[in-house]
T-cell receptor
Framework: EAQVTQNPRYLITVTGKKLTVTCSQNMNHEYMSWYRQDPGLGLRQIYY???????DKGDVPEGYKVSRKEKRNFPLILESPSPNQTSLYFCASSRRTERDTQYFGPGTRLTVL | EDQVTQSPEALRLQEGESSSLNCSYT??????LFWYRQDPGKGPEFLFTLYSAGEEKEKERLKATLTKKESFLHITAPKPEDSATYLCAVQALYGQNFVFGPGTRLSVLP
């Protein structure tokens, strides 16, 4: 089954404790992206990657890091999480030639205390 | 700066009562405008892409249209299973990122 998976689905952590949210897709997609979703603000793009070893900042990259060492994986790293990073996070992927048809993962709900 | 607004914020319809959702956008050259559906607790699901003013796309009870400043998602004779949040997004002609609107939360009552 074609899908985007994220882990963990739910995470409660404390300020300053480094964490990684994993994202994996099995569709051989070149384009991958991370979003955060907050009430009233909609989805905001954090980082995206056009292919392996190619990443770029979205609209809200501060406080986040990403890497793309393999085509299928695109982890999101919060080196020193803060309470304002409490949010619902989505990973998405698509073919580079069909960037509009993004397939989204199920989401990761992160709470930073 | 690229921006997307959506109205209304929330909409309640009776089953069979047709209506439209609005997406207004400001972008420095439009590559594409996208509609997604999002159910509670799930990731957005792709519905349509529109590329140029005058373009229309249909899927079951949904029809999306595009002008130079806004897009409409028309819902004809909706059913309770159409209840969801509908998201609009744009991508600029020379950009790689997507800008989403806040969404319209649609409730269709039986």
């Amino acid at each position: 089954e074609a899908q985007v998976t994220q882990n963990p689905r739910y995470l409660i952590t404390v300020t300053g404790k480094k964490l990684t949210v994993t994202c994996s897709q099995n569709m051989n997609h070149e384009y991958m992206s991370w979003y955060r979703q907050d009430p009233g603000l909609g989805l905001r793009q954090i980082y995206y990657s056009m292919n392996v070893e190619v990443t770029d900042k979205g609209d809200v990259p501060e406080g986040y890091k990403v890497s793309r060492k393999e085509k299928r994986n695109f982890p999101l790293i919060l080196e020193s999480p803060s309470p304002n990073q409490t949010s619902l996070y989505f990973c998405a992927s698509s073919r580079r030639t069909e960037r509009d048809t993004q397939y989204f993962g199920p989401g990761t709900r992160l709470t930073v205390l | 700066e690229d921006q997307v607004t959506q109205s209304p914020e929330a909409l309640r319809l009776q089953e069979g009562e047709s209506s439209s959702l609005n997406c207004s956008y400001t972008v420095s050259g439009l590559r594409g405008l996208f509609w997604y559906r999002q159910d509670p607790g799930k990731g957005p699901e792709f519905l349509f892409t529109l590329y140029s003013a005058g373009e229309e796309k249909e899927k079951e009870r949904l029809k999306a249209t595009l002008t130079k400043k806004e897009s409409f998602l028309h819902i004809t004779a909706p059913k309770p299973e159409d209840s969801a949040t509908y998201l609009c997004a744009v991508q600029a002609l020379y950009g790689q990122n997507f800008v989403f609107g806040p969404g319209t939360r649609l409730s269709v009552l039986p």
